[in-house]
């Protein structure tokens, strides 16, 4: 379900390519756009259906509707020189964290911090303020916060590979019997004293010598265990 819900903004975004920026169809189609991608992750939690695929389709359902957004809108505004390099800051840390998500991980690795979703949610409010918003005084809060959002999510694309290293040596350092070799030893005799326990018990239940008297069979199961033990 998540999953249909995410696909639907795919398809919302693409259509947005077809009617003009701040038409009634436009924003009809962006608010639900909007209203999907705040939705899709709570209906994947709460209906038990997280997945890496889920993940990654939502992160190229936001990427198609950042880029049709992009696409529509800019023609439409007039940006100062400095938000020009600031958006371009902004991209390299981004181009960097993904590209050193890959060579660490081998996999295109898709970060989904609170941070990325306040950024997500002030760029989508964005296009709503222009209307009574000059876009140099909206834009500066997005731009703080896409910045610091793309620096965290750098810090924990890189990180993560380590944390998973350290997270798998723990395990193997917990699974891993770390015993002196003297309580080794000890711990190997009593499995010996219990198992030389089962098989004189046996011995004594099939032999022929049933008639045997109780001290008789205890003595000689004393004396079996003795002997395999090694006492």
Known sequence: MANVITSCRIICSITMLFFPAFSPWFYI??????????TDGAVARKTNTVSEFGSKLDTAADF????VCLIKLLPTMEIPTWLWIWFSVIAVIKTINVVSGFILQKKLVAVHTL???????????????????ELQYS???VCVTATFAAIQEGHFTRTKKRSEEKAENLSAIRSTEIIP??????????????????????????????????????RRFFRLHCLTAGF
Request: charged share 20%.
């Open 29 to 38: 189609l962006y608010v639900i756009c909007g209203f999907t991608d705040m």
């Open 115 to 133: 941070m990325n979703k306040v950024t997500g949610i002030l760029l989508f409010l964005l296009p709503l303020t222009l209307h009574f918003l």
């Open 64 to 67: 198609i509707f950042l880029t």
């Open 181 to 218: 070799e003297r309580i080794r030893r000890r711990l190997n005799r009593v499995s010996g004293f219990f198992a030389a326990a089962e098989k004189a018990r046996y011995c004594l239940l099939c032999s022929p010598f049933t008639a045997w008297s109780a001290s008789q069979r205890r």
């Open 139 to 141: 834009a500066f809060p």
